[in-house]
């Protein structure tokens, strides 16, 4: 990618949703825009390790910031994606209430008719217009059988159900991907494997940049760093805040077992007393592509990296889906992530300019609903930047489209048939699960974000998501990724340096030398 140039106008820190977001919506007044990330891609923080949901705002507390960002991204989604070539579907959320729906003590000591006229005539309503007053007027109560109809797998316990219809589903990485590319398209530059590591600021202003790729100097830096924005403002003498870290684990089941078990997002509602409550508590979804997801867990991590997932929380995920879906394939699971989510002492987000050092704008604490308000957070920074002195002017040349080649597994035959015809590498499938071709994966090497890693090629192409989670193709693809980086295998990685898939050529071995650069097969 781009070299770290010695001055810019803005730099964003962070090549996530919300930085690559902001740095979209920079490109439509200025080009003087660097993003700035420490990882070898776009989307390798949180934003690769989420349930995709593009939440309508219901689950979020009334007056705080999130849930006003949120409500208002949602309504911007169709917008905000046009252009860009990426899928978005509004798939809808069903909120179910079962008997387990009350307060355990209430449901306990309260006449049976009691709970039921509750459930049945107070909940649903309660929802419907906490909804509402938030700012959601599609809501809809549904009764036992349109439950059913919408989603026959839901526990035959279900009372009654409440039908949001504007939750929409996006992939994260597919779409923080199309972000930066669409910047860079419009001049943004885009340097990866690049950490900041220090704040210049003179007379109580920004300077500079410091990173371990040398300085870059610059008037104003937006730190969308994820679970680090508080050691990025700190660095700057503009924080004052914390973020903890706050696991959250997923289960992937195989699409063949579950496509359509679920057509929409689907969580059972319950009332959790008076703990404090700190996230959504999950729900069923499917992936666009099919897949059954169940999750996520919410686990407090001291280690900000830590994306392991164990046996509990597994556990965990199985015991309280097994109540709202009783029947889901357990044994369909093909693979599990874990992301961590990015929370501030008081939950909410925190956006602003700081008042201690002109220049400097926090955009911290975007933890679960940061990708359904990636929209208008973009929208509010854009508004701080204009009062740091960014034009209010739109750009003349801002490129509105995102063209993307076409992937293989989205046509009909005949439009396969002509790829094939176009470029013969449209005839060799490298990953047999996903129907990627050789063609896909070099496309996606030489893209304008380029992908320099199997996990970067994945995002793109999904090579590797499938039932065999990559035993067929990671040989494949490590070596198309050597041929067109023109770099030995062994030094191809699975998401950067430090990382890397081989340890040398095999012929080594039978030498009994350390040799690295020979032509053999690497192991
Ligand atoms: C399990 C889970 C499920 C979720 N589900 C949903 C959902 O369904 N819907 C929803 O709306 N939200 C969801 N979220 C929240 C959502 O994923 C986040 O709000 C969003 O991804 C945050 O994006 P970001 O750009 O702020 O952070 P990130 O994606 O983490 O980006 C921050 C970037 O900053 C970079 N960085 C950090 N420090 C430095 C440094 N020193 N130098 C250079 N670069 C640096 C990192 O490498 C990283 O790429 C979920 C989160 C989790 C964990």
């Not at 899928?87 to 307060?103: A, E, M, N």
């Not at 920004?206 to 508080?230: L, P, Q």
């Amino acid at each position: 990618m781009d070299e770290l140039p010695g001055r810019a106008g803005v730099v964003v820190i962070g090549a996530g949703v919300i930085g690559c977001s902001i740095a979209r919506e920079l490109t439509r007044y200025t080009h003087d825009v660097v993003i700035l990330d420490k990882e070898s891609d776009v989307s390798s923080g949180t934003s690769k390790a989420n349930n995709a949901e593009v939440h309508s705002g219901i689950g979020e507390k009334s007056g705080t910031l999130k849930q006003r960002l949120n409500v208002r991204g949602n309504q911007m989604y169709d917008d905000f994606v046009s252009g860009l070539n990426v899928d978005f579907r509004r798939q809808g959320l069903l909120i179910v209430i079962t008997p387990r729906s009350l307060p355990e003590g209430l449901a306990r000591y309260s006449p049976g008719f009691l709970c039921d006229f509750l459930n049945r005539r107070v909940l649903p309503r309660l929802i419907v217009r906490s909804g509402n007053r938030k700012g959601i007027p599609w809501l809809t109560v549904v009764d036992r059988d349109e439950i059913f109809r919408m989603e026959p797998n839901v526990t035959r316990d279900a009372i009654v159900g409440v039908h949001d219809r504007t939750y929409g589903l996006v992939s994260p990485y597919k779409l923080t991907i199309a972000l930066a590319e669409h910047a860079v398209l419009n001049g943004a530059r885009l340097c990866l494997d690049t950490r900041v590591t220090g704040i210049r600021t003179e007379g109580g202003a920004v300077r500079a940049v410091v990173t371990d790729a040398g300085e870059i100097e610059c008037g104003i830096v937006v730190n969308a760093a994820g679970v680090y924005a508080d050691e990025i403002a700190d660095m700057a003498g503009a924080g004052g805040f914390r973020i903890h870290g706050r696991k959250g684990a997923t289960l992937i089941f195989d699409r063949e077992a579950t496509r359509e078990y679920v057509k929409g997002s689907v969580a059972e509602f319950r009332i959790t007393g008076r703990k404090k409550r700190t996230s959504k508590g999950g729900g069923a979804m499917p992936t666009l592509e099919g897949n059954l997801q169940l999750g996520p867990t919410a686990i407090e991590v001291d280690d900000k990296e830590d994306t392991s997932i164990s046996g509990d929380e597994i556990r965990e995920i199985f015991d309280r889906f097994h109540y709202l879906l009783p029947d889901f394939p357990r044994d369909s699971v093909i693979a599990m992530f874990s992301g961590v989510r990015a929370p501030s002492e008081d939950e909410d987000f925190i956006i602003g300019a700081s008042k201690e050092v002109a220049g400097f704008v926090n955009v911290a604490g975007m933890q679960s609903p940061g990708l359904a308000s990636a929209p208008a957070v973009a929208e509010m920074v854009m508004q701080i930047l204009h009062d740091l002195g960014i034009p209010r002017v739109k750009r003349a040349y801002f490129n509105q489209a995102r063209p993307t080649p076409r992937m293989f597994a989205d046509c009909e035959r005949a439009e396969q048939e002509a790829l094939i015809e176009r470029d013969r590498r449209h005839g060799h499938i490298v990953c047999r699960c996903e129907q990627v071709t050789e063609a896909d994966v070099v496309n996606a090497i030489h893209g304008v974000v380029p992908a320099r890693s199997m996990d970067a090629v994945k995002r793109r192409t999904r090579a590797g998501m499938g039932r065999c989670q990559g035993g067929f193709c990671t040989p494949w693809i490590s070596e198309i990724l050597a041929r067109e980086l023109g770099v030995p295998r062994h030094e191809i990685t699975k998401k950067g340096p430090g990382s890397e898939l081989f340890v040398g050529p095999a012929k080594c071995l039978l030498d009994g030398a350390s040799r690295r650069d020979g032509d053999g097969g690497a192991v």
